[in-house]
């Protein structure tokens, strides 16, 4: 496992050769029938999620196939492979991940919006076809969209989902407005960490909760106005002496005590967003409306987000970069919880396969 935080995408060691341009050589696929992927076997800890040779899924008329470069890991990931399921029973081997990026290696018969050698970033929950741990994907091709061309695909499969709900949250159902000051709960998380910047750029005033000294400082670096540990004593002080006038928007992506702390100082008529799935939800308020929503991923939502991207020069926190083949150690250093970004799985070329070599320059 690789440890670094890369925030600034424009940046690059000088051994690393020069930005990508938008399409990448074709993609062979032709003479291999088999990949890698990172599956269970049945649910469990960390070590049921092991490799496996799989047969490379078929895209259907109005789907593509991706081959990856990267794919995020997120903490619903970890509770799918826990047992979490939303209905029935999964098919096993399943294949975890929901979002990553790398280029169009076969589009089906409709698809029309992309061709082959494209750079493209892809979010699809409960793929029947199977997840993103793998070398390659096959979804449908409204949910998929062109990497921004400040990003690298490991930085594009970083931000893939992450950045569709913070930008959802922050533009769709806070409104977050130059005027306002907001407050994001789980700042130095792999959502709230693109949220703040997010909100820097509408003009707000923002304020990031971090716990502890070394994620208060990884929050601070994001540009944020104020860092307020939210397990402080001095949390509320602190908060009351910056937002003297109260809080206008709260995106909240940590819940518990200390969320529901920090509501009471919120605005008559104040916005808090969150996505579903956190627990503890917060509770409700006469104060303050509540907004629980899911990400959207759609041609107009990913457009929304490039630009997004291309407006705020966003930084791409980066926890850790683990190979595909070390997916399990990815959802254990999940179980310890405390990540500053988002970890990555980053996935090679394979040379016989034909893929292109430098996917993740």
């Not at 649910?43 to 196939?65: A, R, Y």
């Not at 098919?91 to 076969?106: C, E, N, R, S």
């Not at 540009?223 to 709260?250: H, M, R, W, Y």
Request: charged share 25%.
């Amino acid at each position: 496992m690789r440890d670094e935080i890369l925030l600034e995408p424009g940046k690059r060691d000088k051994s690393k050769s020069r930005r990508l341009p938008t399409r990448a050589p074709k993609v062979h696929v032709e003479k291999k029938n088999v990949m890698k992927a990172a599956a269970i076997d049945r649910f469990g800890p960390p070590s049921v999620l092991t490799i496996h040779d799989l047969p490379i899924p078929e895209p259907g008329p109005n789907e593509v196939l991706i081959a990856l470069s990267a794919s995020g890991v997120g903490i619903w990931d970890a509770d799918i492979r826990k047992g979490w399921w939303p209905e029935g029973k999964p098919k096993f081997p399943l294949v975890l991940g929901t979002d990553g990026a790398g280029v169009i290696a076969k589009r089906g018969a409709r698809v029309r919006r992309f061709s082959e050698g494209d750079r493209v970033w892809a979010y699809e929950f409960i793929n029947s076809k199977g997840g993103f741990y793998a070398e390659f994907v096959a979804v449908n091709s409204e949910h998929v969209g062109v990497v921004p061309k400040r990003f690298n695909l490991l930085q594009a499969g970083a931000v893939t989902v992450t950045g569709l709900t913070a930008l959802q949250g922050i533009d769709v159902h806070l409104r977050v407005k130059a005027a306002d000051t907001v407050l994001v709960l789980g700042a130095s998380g792999a959502v709230g960490s693109l949220a703040v910047q997010f909100a820097k750029r509408h003009g707000a005033r923002v304020i990031g909760t971090g716990r502890g000294k070394k994620a208060s400082e990884f929050v601070r670096k994001l540009g944020v106005d104020k860092v307020i540990d939210p397990t402080s004593k001095e949390a509320v002080k602190q908060l009351c002496e910056f937002a003297p006038n109260g809080i206008d928007a709260v995106l909240a992506l940590a819940g518990g005590d200390a969320l529901q702390k920090l509501l009471s100082l919120g605005r008559h008529g104040g916005r808090v967003a969150y996505p579903n799935g956190i627990e503890p939800e917060p509770k409700s308020s006469r104060k303050v409306k509540l907004l629980p929503y899911d990400a959207k991923a759609g041609p107009k939502e990913f457009e929304q987000l490039k630009h997004a991207v291309e407006e705020t020069k966003l930084k791409v926190p980066i926890a850790a970069v683990v190979r595909l083949e070390e997916a399990a150690k990815s959802h254990a250093r999940l179980e310890k919880g405390h990540i500053l970004g988002r970890i990555v799985l980053q996935i090679p070329a394979d040379k016989k396969s034909g893929r292109y070599p430098s996917n993740t320059k």
